[in-house]
């Protein structure tokens, strides 16, 4: 399985979700977990996406999310879940 974690962060609006749900689904990455927040306007979420059977590579499916992101104002951060889990160990 070739997985990524996805976090999104900016000011609240309506469309984050979907905007950012549509272009996985276009490429059909997976979201095999999803966690969001809102803390005091503030919109936060994660993602474990699947990549396995996707139409697109790691590199490309993160362009295409920032390009995203720049339009719905939000900053979207990508990464492979090897180095993800690597950064965040104890």
Same mark, same amino acid.
């Given at each position: 399985?070739?997985?990524?974690?996805?976090?999104? %962060?900016?000011? $609240?609006?309506?469309? +984050?979700? =979907?905007? %950012?749900?549509?272009?996985? =689904?276009?490429?059909?990455?997976?979201?095999? $977990? %999803?966690?969001?927040? !809102? +803390?005091?306007?503030?919109? =936060?979420? !994660?993602?474990?996406v699947d990549l396995s059977n996707s139409?697109? $590579?790691?590199?490309?499916?993160?362009?295409?999310l920032e390009k995203k992101a720049k339009?719905?104002?939000?900053?979207?951060?990508?990464?492979?879940? $090897?180095?993800?889990?690597?950064?965040?160990? !104890?």
């Open positions: 399985m070739m997985r990524a974690v996805v976090s999104v %962060i900016g000011k $609240d609006k309506t469309g +984050i979700v =979907a905007g %950012i749900s549509n272009v996985l =689904a276009e490429y059909n990455v997976n979201i095999v $977990d %999803i966690s969001q927040t !809102i +803390i005091q306007d503030v919109f =936060a979420m !994660i993602m474990i139409k697109i $590579d790691l590199l490309s499916l993160k362009k295409e339009e719905l104002g939000v900053e979207v951060f990508v990464q492979h879940e $090897d180095i993800f889990n690597y950064m965040h160990r !104890i």
